[in-house]
């Protein structure tokens, strides 16, 4: 993979909202083996935007158990709450370019222009708020930030699934940048931080698989506009290939849902009172991706020499 460029980098991007759970554990793991497979770095960023939701004892936490895990990182750790500068900046070269524009909508006025046999559930902004006249009333309301996107078809080849193909327009509409709140959202701190942090390769869950062409499409029109920030934090990068994506299946619960906080059996903590010990969760989910044929107590460095995307399944793989 990414034979264009000389080192391959990973990235694991957790928010710190709760306790790892299995599912977590899952993608660390085969983001860990995908880079270091290819003798590349692994990074940590914390995505603890939501100021709301992230506590940083959550984030230490999970740190600790990284380490405990024998999942340890390369350099330092980067946090999204303290990256709001660089947030900024790329948001007004986005607006500068008149790609933009302030969104006034509640979310029961998205609602209520959606159809479901139409969307299958997702929400698709119908472009309420694109070139709405302001008046001095609406200049004053606080508003979220969106982006215009194109209506054409976003392709790509992912490294698990195959090749995509997307049109943004049809499939999400013109997305948030900013909340009203003023709190970032998560495409742009996203794109902007894997191309600032020269990450190569993004690991992650089949879910987010479908959120790679809004963040293909802002990258390529981030890297046509960008200059560096002032400070010199960071220059986006322009040509080559990018970001190259592989998404792994979920591990789900016994009725198909997707792990979550709330399975607490799953929970880290509540394994770790349980003494299982971090081979034992390695192996484990070592052997349910496909890479070793028994559940068998292991490190993660020892898988390495069986490490192969193909060995991993595409079905989400449910756990008891």
């Known amino acids: 993979m990414n034979c264009e460029l000389s080192i391959a980098r990973g990235r694991f991007a957790p928010s710190p909202t709760g306790r790892m759970h299995l599912g977590n ?3 660390a793991l085969l983001s860990w083996l995908s880079a270091k497979s290819q003798d590349g770095e692994w990074r940590l960023r914390i995505e603890d935007l939501d100021p709301q939701r992230s506590r940083r004892s ?4 999970l740190q600790e158990d ?16 303290e990256r709001s500068d660089i947030y900024e900046h ?25 159809a479901p046999h139409e969307t299958d559930g997702r929400i698709v902004y119908a472009g309420t708020c694109r070139g709405k006249i302001l008046d001095e009333k609406l200049k004053a309301t606080p508003a979220a930030i969106r982006l215009m996107v194109p209506n054409e078809v976003i392709s790509f080849q992912d490294g698990h699934y195959g090749e995509q193909r997307v049109n943004l327009a049809e499939h999400c509409g013109d997305y948030i940048l900013r909340r009203k709140d003023g709190a970032w959202a998560y495409q742009l701190a996203v794109v902007v931080d894997d191309a600032l942090m020269g990450v190569t390769e993004v690991v992650r869950g089949r879910d987010l698989l479908l959120s790679t062409p809004q ?14 920030p ?6 986006f990068p322009k ?5 190259f994506f592989c998404h792994h299946p979920l591990l789900v619960n016994e009725n198909g849902q997707r792990l979550c906080k709330r399975d607490l059996s799953m929970d880290l903590g509540i394994l770790q009172e349980k003494h299982t010990s971090p081979k034992e969760i390695i192996g484990r ?28 399944p595409k079905e989400d793989i449910t756990i008891r």
Do not use: N
Request: net charge neutral; charged share 15%; aromatic share 10%.
């Open 239 to 243: 040509g080559g290939r990018g970001v």
């Open 285 to 312: 989910l070592a052997h349910l991706a496909g890479i070793i044929p028994e559940p068998t107590p292991t490190l993660p460095q020892d898988l390495l020499p069986f490490f192969t995307w193909q060995k991993v």
């Open 25 to 27: 554990v899952f993608c």
């Open 90 to 114: 790329y948001l007004q070269k986005l607006q500068d370019a008149g790609l933009t524009y302030p969104c006034f909508c509640t979310r029961a006025d998205i609602m209520a222009t959606q």
């Open 230 to 235: 002032k400070g010199g934090r960071g220059v």
């Open 58 to 61: 959550f984030a230490m936490q």
């Open 215 to 228: 963040q293909l499409h802002l990258h390529r029109t981030l890297a046509s506009l960008s200059s560096p």
């Open 66 to 81: 990284l380490l405990w895990l024998g999942l340890p990182w390369d350099g330092e750790v980067v946090w999204q709450s």
